[in-house]
């Protein structure tokens, strides 16, 4: 759920032409109902969150709000910039003739909660600052901001027509936090004495030395016990390229990263430990019940009332593919099965998509979006 913004909202090879950076276009305040001006501008929300507008030339009317996925929670609030391919977001969405809104969050680690209220917060100044109103506004995120796209077309589908939520931990939250705190366990197992702490306590000095002494430690000890690190692998399911046996060692590194830099800061959200596996055979870990029943903030629903579309790699390592059958369960217990399009891939990696089945997915949405806004009484 890292800020990996996956080729995601790579529309995009499209010409990009407004909002290329930081200094282009007006800045600053702007005056309430102001006709947009090609270009972007930024400020601050009224919970501290950084928020960035930006607009093409030629404005169809509609409005694109962009979720970023996870950053660790010590680093300082910045509004995404994410630029796969080397075209940033906004210019990417500008060029296809959308206005573009963004914001840092009001805080970093786990937030998809509250996140939405961010958006929504972001929605507000949009349309305090600009006239006219969006007819049409897509909440599009990866990973942690799939989270947060899902949650914002369930709770507020007055406001956002539709969602594209790709690669996030849509299906059930619980059984994400579960996944991160058993690959520790089970590293700990099969490689015993390699890193200090325990799923639920995650020393400083951990932290500190992630990169530069523990990573390439878990390396030489993937390479050189490749039957330890296969039974890992086995048993939590966790993915990896079958042709490519580095991808063991980026799996084990890539999610051994999440219990490293978000326990702590999921423990101070959730107000309490949330880890639980009492009942396995292998070192149990038993959940403070508080933290476990404050999954609801961050849980989906399934009860859909706008359509949303989900983009999801079968072998992802991070948020494991297996939210997807599980939201959609949820949405057809829900009845809205019909406003449900699950879009897959069949590759390795957190949200390596390509820019075809991207572009895939939100036509689908926009489809979908205009179809139901046809069909609105």
């Not at 089970?186 to 002494?213: I, K, M, T």
């Amino acid at each position: 759920m890292r800020s990996t913004i996956s080729r995601a909202l790579s529309l995009l090879t499209l010409l990009a032409t407004a909002c290329g950076g930081d200094d282009d276009g007006p800045s600053g305040p702007v005056d309430e109902g102001e006709a947009p001006a090609a270009g972007c501008s930024g400020g601050t929300l009224s919970s501290g969150a950084l928020y960035r507008f930006c607009f093409p030339p030629d404005w169809n009317g509609e409005l694109v709000l962009y979720a970023h996925g996870y950053v660790r929670d010590d680093a300082p609030l910045a509004v995404p910039a994410d630029a796969p391919g080397g075209i940033p977001i906004a210019a990417a969405v500008n060029s296809l003739g959308y206005a573009f809104a963004t914001t840092s969050y009001r805080a970093n680690g786990l937030v998809a909660d509250v996140a939405v209220d961010d958006l929504i917060d972001l929605d507000e100044r949009f349309r305090e600052s600009y006239r006219p109103d969006p007819t049409v506004t897509f909440v599009v995120g990866v990973s942690e901001g799939g989270l947060v796209a899902a949650l914002a077309a369930e709770r507020d589908p007055e406001r956002f027509s539709g969602a594209l939520a790709a690669c996030g931990p849509v299906g059930d939250f619980a059984a994400q936090i579960d996944y991160f705190g058993d690959f520790r366990a089970l590293f700990d197992y099969f490689f015993p004495g390699f890193l200090p702490g325990s799923p639920v306590e995650v020393p400083d000095e951990l932290r500190a030395n992630w990169e530069s002494q523990y990573v390439p430690q878990i390396l030489a000890a993937v390479e050189s016990n490749p039957d330890a690190a296969s039974q890992l692998i086995e048993v939590t399911g966790a993915a990896v390229d079958g042709g490519d046996l580095s991808s063991v060692a980026a799996t084990v590194v890539a999610v051994l990263w999440y219990s490293v830099f978000g326990t702590e800061n999921a423990q101070e959200r959730l107000g309490g430990q949330p880890y639980d596996n009492v009942g396995r055979v292998y070192a149990r870990y038993a959940a403070d019940p508080a933290a476990r029943d404050a999954f609801g903030r961050f849980d989906t629903s399934g009860e859909l009332v706008v359509p949303v579309v989900t983009l999801h790699t079968t072998g992802d390592p991070e948020v494991p593919f297996f939210h997807e059958p599980l939201y959609g369960a949820k949405v057809a217990a829900a009845g809205a099965a019909g406003l449900l399009t699950q879009q897959t891939v069949q590759r390795y990696g957190h949200c390596t998509f390509e820019l075809a089945e991207v572009q895939s997915a939100f036509a689908t949405l926009v489809q979908q979006v205009s179809t139901a806004v046809a069909v609105r009484p």
